[in-house]
């Protein structure tokens, strides 16, 4: 996720705060279920504050997108599996599986070390940051859970209106060659 600031920070702030709340409870009460349902509520209000295009949505420009699209397919089939991703004016989803040696969280930070450091020579930036320090990230189950969050992905730029179908978005592993939006 990319870095927010001012009344937009304070709202993000507010989720994360009331997503601690909602561990701590879980942990209290151990209530699976609750804490989970709690988890999925919060998951949705940052997509959907994300979706509504807050923050500075430098992955909107195409250069800085297909610097992070083509990050994200650098080691593709090497260090990780990506079945699907895409690429929002403000954030990035994607479902992968690292390969055997290799972490989720050394993975990103590959990618956010790169591209961070290369979108902010484009934005002629310098000592500021780029990526939210912490990214979310969720552990597929079964194969019903890694459908879901597939689809999830896909759907996502048509969902915040970026696009009619999710294989017009230039920058999504659905993109089918047409003309970039």
């Not at 509504?52 to 250069?63: E, F, I, N, V, Y």
């Not at 290799?102 to 310098?126: F, P």
């Amino acid at each position: 996720m990319l870095k927010f600031e001012g009344e937009k920070a304070e709202r993000l702030h507010r989720l994360y705060a009331q997503q601690e709340a909602a561990k701590q409870l879980g942990k209290t009460v151990k209530i699976t279920e609750d804490f989970e349902e709690i988890e999925r509520d919060f998951r949705r209000q940052i997509e959907r504050f994300l979706d509504t295009g807050h923050g500075a949505c430098w992955l909107r420009r195409s250069d800085i997108a297909d610097l992070v699209a083509g990050a994200m397919r650098f080691f593709e089939g090497q260090r990780y599996r990506l079945d699907t991703w895409v690429v929002m004016p403000n954030h990035v989803h994607a479902v992968l599986w690292p390969m055997p040696n290799e972490t989720l969280s050394a993975i990103v930070q590959s990618w956010k070390r790169y591209t961070a450091r290369e979108a902010n020579k484009i934005l002629n930036r310098t000592g500021q940051a780029f990526w939210q320090p912490e990214p979310f990230d969720h552990w597929i189950r079964n194969d019903e859970e890694h459908a879901r969050c597939c689809r999830y992905v896909i759907l996502n730029p048509a969902k915040a209106g970026l696009c009619a179908a999710p294989e017009q978005w230039g920058w999504s592993s659905a993109w089918r060659g047409e003309a970039k939006s």
